[in-house]
């Protein structure tokens, strides 16, 4: 989690190479607590515009969440948090990923579509936001 601009507004990191794999018995349980954590934290840190890094490098297709995981989640987030979302930036994105938002474009809304950025490198996410007070883990870098 870092800051930008003058108002300090929010950038929230996701590393998809820490989720659990899938193959965990208990996956849906700690996905569903995973999520809540999630967005009782967002609730709490975002008062202004706010962007999400996903960072998908290094994640073997086990650990990256289901479509359906990501459907839900979006359905839940509060409209505020959407409304306040400003960008939503996949940095490595995988052929599946691509595929799997190419699918689900027209079951989520044209504003939240426009959101979404596909970054290819570090170097050009470096181009786009303050790196200073985003940590990027050591499996990402390599």
């Known amino acids: 989690t870092g800051y930008y ?4 507004n929010a950038i929230i990191v996701f590393a998809a190479c820490f989720l659990p794999d899938s193959s965990r018995t208990d996956y849906n349980y700690v996905m569903e607590n995973l999520f809540l954590y ?3 934290t967002l609730e709490l ?3 202004e515009d706010y962007m999400i890094v996903y960072l998908n490098g290094a994640t073997p297709r086990r650990r990256m969440p289901g479509l359906g ?3 839900k989640c979006y359905q839940m987030i509060d409209r505020r948090l959407r409304k ?3 960008s939503f930036i996949i940095v490595h994105p995988s052929w599946f990923i691509r595929t799997i938002l190419a699918v689900t474009r ?7 579509s426009s959101k979404i950025q596909y ?9 786009m936001i303050p790196m200073e007070y985003v940590h990027i883990p050591d499996c990402i870098v390599k």
């Open 5 to 8: 601009g003058d108002g300090l």
């Open 38 to 40: 999630v967005i009782s």
């Open 45 to 47: 840190m975002v008062a």
């Open 69 to 71: 995981w990501m459907k």
């Open 84 to 86: 306040n979302l400003k």
């Open 106 to 112: 027209p079951f989520i809304s044209s504003k939240f």
């Open 119 to 127: 970054i290819n490198t570090l170097a050009e996410l470096r181009e």
